[in-house]
């Protein structure tokens, strides 16, 4: 059991990428708190974590609200007596389309205001805690996105980039107080966001599967088992850092014939 007697606050646990590592943690030992926008998929992760004997309790938080993360954080370390782990998943991607027709910047900002301002409220609020408290680990899930260039996706790009050097930022400034702070990075995975993408067309599952060397998309279990590892005392001496979690699509660069 890795994560035996932590506390792990996990923004965005009621679906996806969020839901899978709150019950990898659960299975690892960790208590945990699933903080959602919709309290019922919340609900659903917290029924599926008692199961295993860990204990659960849900907080329903619109994050994009500084007030929201400053009482869902409160209410979590009530809630089991501190923050071991924090992993800010919760995340937005929106205007999926060429630059030249972004008039709106009201939803471009509302990207960065998630991505970006939520994760790093979240991390300066739990920071504190961790700080005065012996320490802790944070991740951040960022993207693929984030560290290459993808047309058509800029505000969801440029946020995941802003959240790797905020990741690398705050590692380094909190490292004298033994708090771990990494990111992993995703290329397209298997969540309802896929899925959704796929439906409306905007997404083809068969150039995914052309694209990645590993010739699919990644699992969530797949990107819950790295956070997993960054989230526990293998990850020590690790801070700072953006895991891939991409089946080689970053390394592959293009093929000519
Ligand atoms: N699915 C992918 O292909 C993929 C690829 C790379 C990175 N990611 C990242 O992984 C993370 C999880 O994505 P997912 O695919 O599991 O998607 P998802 O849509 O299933 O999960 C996103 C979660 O964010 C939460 N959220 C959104 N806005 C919120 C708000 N205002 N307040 C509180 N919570 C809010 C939602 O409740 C939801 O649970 C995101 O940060 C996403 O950017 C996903």
């Known amino acids: 059991m890795r994560l035996k007697g932590k506390v792990a606050l996990i923004t965005g646990a009621g679906t996806g990428i969020g839901q899978a590592t709150a019950l990898i943690f659960a299975e690892e030992g960790a208590d945990v708190v699933a903080a959602n926008l919709e309290l019922p998929e919340a609900e659903e992760t917290a029924e599926a974590i008692r199961k295993t004997g860990r204990r659960a309790v849900v907080i329903a938080a619109d994050i994009s609200k500084p007030e ?8 979590a370390i009530n809630a089991f007596g501190g923050i071991d782990i924090l992993v800010n998943n919760a995340g937005v991607g929106a205007l999926n389309v060429p630059t030249f027709e972004i008039r709106d910047m ?5 990207v960065f205001e998630i991505n970006v301002a939520a994760a790093f409220l979240c991390c300066q609020r739990v920071g504190h805690w961790m700080r005065t408290h012996g320490g802790g680990k944070i ?7 984030g560290i290459a260039g993808v047309p058509y ?10 959240m790797i ?6 590692a380094v400034e909190w490292a004298k107080y033994k708090i771990n702070v990494n990111c992993v990075a995703p290329c397209w995975t298997r969540t309802r966001r896929l899925e959704k993408a796929i439906e409306k067309g905007v997404v083809s599952l068969a150039e995914i599967q ?31 850092i953006t895991l891939p979690v991409d089946g080689g699509w970053l390394a592959y660069g293009y093929q000519t014939v």
């Open 68 to 75: 929201e993360i400053h009482a869902m954080v409160d209410r």
């Open 139 to 145: 991740v951040n899930v960022t993207s693929i996105t």
């Open 165 to 170: 050097n905020m990741t690398r930022s705050l």
């Open 210 to 240: 052309k694209r990645c060397p590993m010739g699919r998309p990644a699992e969530p279990e797949d990107v819950a088992k790295a956070i997993l590892f960054l989230a526990s005392d293998d990850a020590s001496f690790i801070t700072g």
């Open 106 to 110: 009201e939803a471009w900002n509302k």
């Open 153 to 162: 996706v800029n505000a969801y790009g440029p946020s995941k980039a802003a």
